[in-house]
Antibody, heavy 123, light 107 residues
Framework: QVQLVQSGAEVKKPGASVKVSCKAS????????INWVRQVSGQGLEWVGW????????GSPRKFQGRVTMTRNTSISTAYMELSSLTSDDTAVYYC????????????????WGQGTLVTVSS | EIVLTQSPGTLSLSPGERATLSCRAS???????LAWYQQKPGQAPRLLIY???SRATGIPDRFSGSGSGTDFTLTISKLEPEDFAVYHC????????FGGGTKVEIK
């Protein structure tokens, strides 16, 4: 079955960077976009960015531009999201999610999601 | 940015009752670009509905989506115990945004 498995929880100090991995299985990794979404405890979902695993093209909303880097290793079907200059406001659960189809934006719902990675930023 | 406003924030209902959840957009969203997710505590969101009204694989038919323009609705016809959760709407037509969520709790 289609599955995304993320790396484990991280604790970082303010100003540091964090890199979260997302390993895909059960489908052709390079055929569907990978998206990143975060959720602060008790709050809603916030889109962090997207990446095309085939081309390596990536993008993010203005809020995260210059601070988020999305990469991939196609040989091991794994996507990565690195967030730099961390502050306490970045403490959240970070999810990766596969785009539902190949046609963007018409098929850009998210399914499935990874299990989430808790990133805690604390001095 | 398209802002999605979900209401109510919390819905208190009993098993067997009908749940009606609203998602209102600040600008017109093409109906093919609206999805709904269910999220239980400690779990990742799960896709329920895409294209405003298409059920995802394995989703029971008590879940239905409707709406167009700026007003969308998720309806759960008869609540089962496992349906008590938080529900998020998501538009993916113009950039990507999510609503703030509606919690469906047991009354």
């Amino acid at each position: 079955q289609v599955q995304l498995v993320q790396s484990g929880a991280e604790v970082k100090k303010p100003g540091a960077s964090v890199k979260v991995s997302c390993k895909a299985s059960g489908y052709t990794f390079t055929s569907y976009n990978i998206n990143w979404v975060r959720q602060v405890s008790g709050q809603g979902l916030e889109w962090v960015g997207w990446m095309n695993p085939n081309s390596g093209d990536a993008g993010s909303p203005r809020k995260f531009q210059g601070r988020v880097t999305m990469t991939r290793n196609t040989s091991i079907s794994t996507a990565y999201m690195e967030l730099s200059s961390l502050t306490s406001d970045d403490t959240a659960v970070y999810y990766c999610a596969k785009s539902g189809g190949r046609i963007i934006p018409a098929e850009n719902w998210f399914d499935p999601w990874g299990q989430g990675t808790l990133v805690t930023v604390s001095s | 940015e398209i802002v999605l406003t979900q209401s109510p924030g919390t819905l208190s209902l009993s098993p067997g009752e009908r749940a009606t959840l609203s998602c209102r957009a600040s600008q017109t969203v093409s109906s093919i670009y609206l999805a709904w997710y269910q999220q239980k505590p400690g779990q990742a969101p799960r896709l329920l509905i895409y294209g405003a009204s298409s059920r995802a694989t394995g989703i029971p038919d008590r879940f239905s989506g409707s709406g167009s323009g700026t007003d969308f609705t998720l309806t759960i016809s008869k609540l089962e115990p496992e349906d008590f959760a938080v529900y998020h709407c998501h538009q993916y037509g113009t950039s990507l945004t999510f609503g703030g969520g509606t919690k469906v709790e047991i009354k």
